[in-house]
């Protein structure tokens, strides 16, 4: 598969003890030499087409033969061929070979309606990525004019630090007391000082004012999105209530992982099966007596992103497991390997809740009370560091 040209390998056997039949032939990527692929595929009467998912010119070949014949998409770097020529005829003999023998490994495709949710809620990570950008490049504007506004208000671009951006782009003196909000009151002098006397050159303030109206419409986008996501996602309200209950999780954090995982687990050999998709498994590699010690899988990038974020979330949330879990690890593997690990977890437990098991948080004493001489040991060393004579009796006595 080509931007402009698809090269496709017809192999038909018909019996076991014979050689199988081959033809090749070229097609056009536009619309109308799709369509003659399909008819030359439905008049071939084609049972399994095989493709490589080489960017996105796999997409609109798969929406037109999935309801004609059984597809299989291909990660690109597990059928490279063994060294030797490279054409586009013979990387598809290649591929029908493959397919033949059942030596390929299929990629998860979900259904049309999960793709669809899927490119929504892709499209929002790139606008929240877009609008933090242009968040950054505010205040760096600020920062070369000398105003030090985020050095005193936590959030520019809340109610108070966005009546200052706004004032900001006037040819007149800021008016912090008029401005300030709620707690920041408190911090009047202190916004006075980060702002001077000193007022944006005209440059500057057509700058600010181009930044602030950008920043809006990406604003105002991203809200029609979640909007049709929450849509969408109605469907799946059950799912969606069910995942809510996890730690991390919220209703848009719900419906973005469904749109990675789809709603059918059973798509998934097992949660191991999902996790190294997801590439939050740890890796594996091992020959004769030798470990070696190497990092998480690669796997579906936009998977995992929420998933680390709901993992980052989740450790917030009080009185819950997930977090004396990441306290734990933390302590042992460094915080960076706790997180992925965390992450994982939390998809261990989205695959089954999408089963249809209830989630049911452990509780925070849970290590404790299935490792309780352990705890003990632990708190007593802890009291006698801090210079306690610890004396133990069971409350029976």
């Known amino acids: 598969l080509h931007k402009k040209q698809i090269t496709a390998h017809l192999r038909v056997q018909r019996r076991s003890n014979q050689m199988p039949q081959c033809e090749t032939m070229q097609f056009g990527t536009m619309p109308d030499d799709l369509e003659r692929l399909r008819e030359w595929i439905i ?7 095989v493709m490589e998912s080489t960017s ?15 597809l299989l998409v291909a990660n690109a770097s597990h059928v490279k061929k063994v060294p030797g020529r ?26 049309k309606p999960i793709r669809e949710l899927r490119a929504l809620s892709r499209y929002r990570t790139k606008m929240v990525a877009t609008q933090t950008s242009i968040r950054n490049r505010t205040i760096k504007l600020l920062e070369m004019a000398g105003i030090k506004l985020s050095s005193v208000v936590s ?16 040819d007149a003196p800021v008016d912090v007391a008029q401005l300030a909000r709620q707690q920041l009151r408190k911090k009047l002098p202190e916004l006075t000082q980060c702002l001077g006397n000193r007022l944006l050159m005209a440059h500057q303030r057509e700058l600010l004012r181009m930044h602030l109206a950008m920043y809006d419409a990406v604003d105002a986008q991203i809200a029609e999105i979640e909007c049709n996501l929450v849509e969408l996602a109605q469907p799946y309200g059950a799912a969606i209530a069910r995942l809510d209950a996890i730690p991390g999780i919220n209703q848009l954090a719900a419906i973005t992982l469904i749109a990675e995982t789809g709603i059918d687990m059973t798509a998934y050999r097992d949660a191991a099966h999902l996790s190294a998709l ?21 796997g579906n990038r936009s998977l995992k992103r929420i998933l680390v974020q709901i993992a980052w979330a989740a450790t917030r949330t009080k009185d819950s497991f997930i977090r004396v879990r990441f306290l734990r690890l933390q302590r042992r593997i460094g915080r960076n390997k706790a ?5 994982r977890q939390i998809l261990v437990i989205a695959y089954f809740v999408l089963s249809g098991q209830p989630y049911k948080d452990l509780g925070t004493t849970y290590y404790d ?14 009291l006698e560091a801090l210079g306690f004579v610890v004396a133990l009796k069971t409350s029976s006595e």
């Open 278 to 298: 997801a590439g939050v498994a740890p890796g594996n590699a091992i020959s004769a007596d030798k470990r070696r010690r190497i990092g998480v899988r690669k």
């Open 155 to 170: 959030d520019c671009f809340g109610v108070t630090g966005r009546g200052i951006l706004d004032a900001l782009t006037q």
């Open 56 to 70: 996105v010119y796999w997409m609109p070949l798969y929406e037109r033969l999935e309801d004609i014949t059984k």
């Open 369 to 382: 009370k299935h490792h309780k001489e352990r705890a003990v040991k632990r708190h007593v060393h802890s």
């Open 86 to 111: 490279k054409t586009d005829v013979a990387d598809a003999e290649w591929l029908a070979e493959l397919g033949a023998h059942g030596l390929l490994r299929p990629s998860f495709i979900p259904p």
């Open 339 to 343: 997180i992925v690990a965390v992450a």
């Open 43 to 49: 008049e071939h009467q084609v049972t399994d087409v």
